[in-house]
């Protein structure tokens, strides 16, 4: 996979116990495109603020999560595959 | 003296609390049997208008024990009140580059211009925005700009400011324009000093609106002393009415903590309007019961209040709702005399007659419609009865006149 990295024009915010990903272009908020994202997606949204590539993330999220290497291989391949359906990846 | 309050209105204080810090309650706090209760406290946060407080704070902490249905309603829940917010933010935006394009001076009274205070602004409920444009020409000027670029007027009895409608991809949107921050009370003395204090605004000189950051940029807002001013005074004005809730009370605690505020200079306002009573008893509940730290408000000690007297607003604000909407007879606080009647009608009529009303000769004819009004709409639209609201007046307005409102500390 290549490095990827997150898209400028967003905002993450926090909910609860859950995340949205609000679109914004000047002082509006694009809130009917808003995303939601689980804890993880919300970790890898914040490390792809600059690029990166998949096993680079694989280590962040192993350094940070108490998880096994293929679960969290297949939660970052799941996020990239969404995240980059709905545009917010360059 | 034992507490007035029932044990879920005390839970509910004490995780609105939690929850404005970002605070974690003990199992032993929450207690066994939270879910039994929990209903109960979800109408109480209903009624107050700080449902996303308290669910931000069980979604947060206590979604482990909480059962799967709720907590998807809870989510649900939280991320319409997120959109909402999120609507109501763009809606600010688009306002204020009316505003800009007419080089007109304005701010933003409480609403969006009071979540960036909170631990995350999406929590604050915005009902509507609150506009003040405090000189004359200005304010007629953007109400005019207002009309031309789609706003739909409301007729509104309040001689305050004007309610115009909105509607963006099928949201209503309502906007109230301020020409003065709050509606003329019975006490003319009080009205005056009111009108001093914001009369630098209104000359259009020697005063700066200050900045507010939200999600997206910043807003014009009043100054830090007089936006606490304001806060107060808006209270004040519901408490005066229908009632207040505790939502109000949320933001007077937030804007404490996390604002630079010259106390001398508020106190100095509040001793000039005679309202010392009621400012050390809102900030004294916000201490004993909203976790406001003393360090905060150093000015309060010494001069908490009584905790009866504080039982007392609170149990008020529970019975009533957010601005007494739940007793339909609430409508005012009449102090316990006859003039003080006829002076409230005398009052309704000029906000409704605010041009015929300019002429004593009509007053008799205009107090009689008044009066029919009032008799209609109790009938009609609020559903109850004069008898009622006369009642619950006179009611309400032994209730401020035991809780000294109107105190002067210093004699």
Redesign the interface.
Known sequence: MESVKRKNGY?L??????Y?I?P?AG???K?QD?L?LNETGAFLWEQLREEKTEEELLEAVLLDYQVDEKTARRDIREFIDQAGKAGILQ | MGSTMTGVQDLFLKILTASLHGSRLSGEEIGKNFWQVWQEMKKIARQQAVSPLIYDYLLSWESGRMPEQEQQYLKQQEFVTAMMYYQMVNFVFMVLELLQKQKIQGCILKGVGMAGYYPREELRKAGDVDLYIPVPEEFEAFCKTLKENGFEREKSVTDHHRTYYYVSDGVKFELEVHIKPINTQENAAFNKEVDQIFAPFAAGQGKEFSKAEIINGSVPVLPPEENAFYLLLHMLQHMLSGGMGVRLLCDWVLFWEKEKISSEELLSMVRQCKIEGFYYLVTGICVEYLGLPMECVPWMEGRMPEKERMERLLEDMFLGGEFGECDSSRMLAVEDRKLGYFKELHRQMLLRFHRAGKVPLFWPFLWAATGIIFLYNNKHLRNTSALDIIKSARERGKLLEDLKLFEDWES
Do not use: A, D
């Open positions: 905002l915010r926090e909910l609860g116990n859950s949205v609000v914004i002082k509006q908020l809130f808003m939601s």
